[in-house]
């Protein structure tokens, strides 16, 4: 544990911070690389990957699976649903309603100059989180930008509001008062995908077991994904060495008001807000 004292000497000087816990063997990754490294491999090793090609439609026909894309039908004997908050709503039975897609929102600052990384004393590239409920989540990059990232619309349909653009940009500056005004060089949303018990889970809901899917890591797929790929390998083989923890025993839940929880979102972002910022 870091008094206030000590952080800011030391690590950082985020005006926010009364204090933090040090997690030192956390890193911070690249997972555009990540990902274009996983693709590498697999090819390398005889995997045909199709970019581009969401699956639009999915029967199951004789016990073979029929994947309907844009380019034309992928026939298989067993189907593995790793697509988080990506995943269309009606894929199959088995996945409706499942998870609760989150949308969330990140920048970038153009490369801090001598005078700013002093003034806001960057001392560490380790990836920080505030403790609120609607947290934000930054750090100092290998370029010297920094980055930083939070909640964002509800909905799909007002990502591009500038509001939520603009209540990120204020978040960077309550923290980090010297960046005041200063530009920005990325701007991005996504979808993370939220269970309904904030657990996620890698299973097989069929009792063919010829379907698994990884999902709900809420946020924290990146880091999952090798161990959820390699669990998920083991349930297509048949080896169920190690698969005995309730994240493989047990599916994703659903929850009676999944219609409405868009409105309940709205809600509780409006009561999270005022606890995190004004109790």
């Keep these: ?3 206030a004292e000590t952080l800011k000497r030391e690590y950082v000087n985020e005006a ?3 204090g933090a816990m040090l997690e030192p063997d956390g890193i911070g990754i690249h997972a555009a690389k990540l990902a274009f490294g996983y693709i590498n491999m697999a090819r390398k090793l005889g995997a045909k990957i199709h970019p581009s090609s969401p699956v639009m439609g999915w029967k199951t026909v004789d016990g073979v699976h029929h994947l309907t894309t844009p380019g034309g ?4 004997r067993a189907v593995a649903v790793a697509t988080a908050g990506y995943s269309p709503p009606g894929l199959h039975p088995k996945l ?3 998870i609760m897609p989150i949308l969330s929102n990140s920048i970038a600052t153009r490369p801090l100059t001598d005078d700013e990384r002093e003034e806001c004393n960057f001392k560490t590239h380790l990836v920080m989180t505030d ?3 609607l947290r934000h989540y930054y750090r ?3 370029d010297g930008r920094v980055q930083i990232g939070s909640r964002s619309a509800v909905t799909g349909s007002d990502a591009e509001n500038p509001k939520h653009l603009a209540q990120l ?3 960077l500056y309550r923290k980090f008062p010297a960046l005041t005004g200063i530009e920005l060089d990325y701007s991005w949303w996504g979808w993370v995908d939220v269970s309904h018990d904030m657990m996620p889970r890698i299973f097989q809901p069929d009792t063919a077991k010829t379907i698994c899917y990884a999902m709900g890591c809420g946020g924290n797929g990146v880091m999952y994904s090798a161990q959820a790929g390699r669990r998920m390998a083991q349930m297509l083989a048949g080896d169920g060495a190690g698969l005995d923890l309730p994240i493989f025993t047990s599916p994703l839940p659903g929850h009676p008001l999944a219609p409405f929880r868009r409105m309940g979102q ?3 972002y409006h009561w999270y807000y005022l606890r995190d910022e004004l109790v």
Excluded: W
């Excluded at 039908?73 to 298989?76: G, W």
């Design 1 to 3: 544990m870091l008094d």
């Design 16 to 18: 926010e911070a009364a």
């Design 73 to 76: 039908t992928v026939k298989a």
């Design 96 to 98: 409706k309603q499942k």
């Design 131 to 133: 403790t609120r409920t």
């Design 140 to 142: 100092q990059m290998p």
């Design 169 to 171: 940009i204020q978040g």
């Design 266 to 268: 709205r809600m509780l």
